[in-house]
Every structure is written in C-alpha cells, then in structure tokens.
C-alpha cells in the first residue's frame, strides 16, 4: 500500500528531525497538553506497536487497548508499557515503524482488523498512523522552531479530513448538514486536489497543510489563511476533527504556532 511507505517517510522526517536532539530536550513541554516531547514520541510508538498487532496478534492487541483505556490513564500506562526516554526511545520508535510499514505494505487493503472502536480497513489503520505521526509532529517542529516541508503524502490527511465531514457533526450529536462544503486545495508541489461539488454555497480554498493542520486540530482555522465561504464550512472549520475518540475542541487562536529559535 502507498499508505504504507507514506507513514514511514513523514516516520523517517520526524526522526530525523530528532536525531542530534539531546537527551535532555526530550523532556520539554510542548505547546500541546503540556506533552513532553518524550510523551509525542511514546504516544507515537505504543499505538504503532498496536497498530502491527492489528496484524499479528488480536489477542494481545485487545489486552494493550484494554490497558490504554483503563483506571489508570493512556499516558499513564503508555509510559509503563514504554520505559524509554530520549534518543534510546527515538531508536525504539523508528526500528518499530520500519516493521509495521513492511507488515501493511504486503496486507490487502480492505482487510477488516480489530480496533479499540469499530473495524477498520488495514488502508484506514495505517493511513490513521500516517496522520497522527504528522499531527503530533507538529507541536514537536513547532516546539523547535522548525518550519516543516510537507511532501504530498499528505493527500491521506486531507482526504481523512473531508471523508470525516459527518463524524465531526455526528460525534457532536449535531444534525448532518446535508451537502458537504467543496473543498479545493492546493497541495504542496502545486497541484490542486478537490473533493465535494464544484460551485457550491459551502467552500474552504487554501492550503493543503492548513487545511490538514485544522481537520487535526493543531491549527485554529482562525490562524490560517483558508478561505472558508458559507456557514455550513465556517462550522465545520470550526470544530472539524479527524480522528476518532469523543469530541474535542480545537486549540484557541493563537495558542498553537512555530517558536522562534530564540524563545
């Protein structure tokens, strides 16, 4: 699956990124929750682990999930489970990204596997991988005050964001509205991508990876430069929300951006 080699390399940037990082600065806090970067990286690796069981071994897989969504908390057991910190936990992370890629590069595509949450497609499994890694490296580039150049693997994002145009309303309990915003991107070779019908009332027109940044929360779409038409798209900019999980608000304007170097 392309999706598979996608996840590896935005995997392989992030960790290159990381790679004469001192063992110290992986205790820093990010702009995110407080995370640590330790903690990006831990989240990062527990579910990819997950993510391979998806393929090998259900039984253990349901006895990590079991574990991640119990008393103690996910962060909590992450770190129980994941004993590693700094560039050993770098090391750890990658070798396990380099495995799970090879394993859903040769699964079929349409493969039902077991979830915490409904059944999901091996092409939706290693795809929802490929997007948490690029969100939750944000707020590590952010952290280091590194301007990320985004390759255009990001169409799996993209995609994820406009395909979970209902879940954004129906995790909310809201009424769906019944034509979706067209939404026309443009991707970070210059190429432009477009879902939904042309000349609708409802539109987002902009930057692929603004676009990306918003659907996974780590932009508010008040700090970008989208142009978001009609009330319908206003909304759902305003609370879009790609992954799975109960519904969370977006972060506030200008509470999520890239540090200077020297702050």
């Known amino acids: 699956m392309e999706q ?14 990381l790679a004469s990082l001192p063992d110290e ?31 090998s071994d259900e039984n ?34 990658l070798e396990t990204a380099l495995q799970v890629a090879a394993l859903y590069a040769k699964a079929d595509p349409k493969l039902r596997l077991k979830w915490a949450g409904p059944d999901m497609s091996a092409r ?6 490929l997007m948490e890694t690029w969100a939750h490296g944000q707020e590590v580039y952010d952290h280091l005050g590194v301007e990320r150049v985004d390759g255009d693997r990001i169409r799996n994002i993209a995609h994820l964001g406009v395909s979970t145009f209902g879940w954004t309303y129906q995790v909310r309990r809201m009424e769906l509205p019944p ?3 067209h939404v026309r991107l443009t991707a970070p070779s210059g ?3 477009t879902w939904g019908e042309n000349g609708a009332v409802n539109s987002v027109t902009g930057s692929a990876t603004e676009f990306c940044q918003v659907v996974t929360q780590v932009r508010n779409v008040a700090d970008t430069k989208l142009d978001v038409r009609g009330d319908v ?5 305003g609370m879009a929300q790609c992954f799975a999980g109960r519904a969370e ?9 890239r540090r200077s170097r020297a702050s």
């Open 179 to 181: 034509v979706m915003p």
């Open 60 to 93: 253990e897989l349901g006895r990590m999930i079991a574990g991640a969504m119990g008393p103690a908390g996910m962060r909590v057991f992450e770190a129980e489970m994941v004993p590693l910190a700094g560039q050993a936990l770098r090391t750890a992370w």
């Open 124 to 129: 939706s499994s290693i795809t929802a991988r």
């Open 191 to 193: 190429a432009t991508w």
């Open 4 to 17: 598979a080699a996608d996840f590896l390399a935005e995997t392989e940037a992030l960790a290159g990124l």
């Open 249 to 257: 608000p977006p972060p506030a304007p200008g509470t999520r951006y």
């Open 25 to 55: 600065a992986f205790g820093e806090a990010t702009q995110f929750k407080g995370w640590t970067v330790n903690d990006v990286v831990r989240h990062l690796h527990f579910w990819n682990r997950a993510a391979g069981l998806q393929l």
């Open 233 to 237: 798209a206003r909304q759902w900019m």
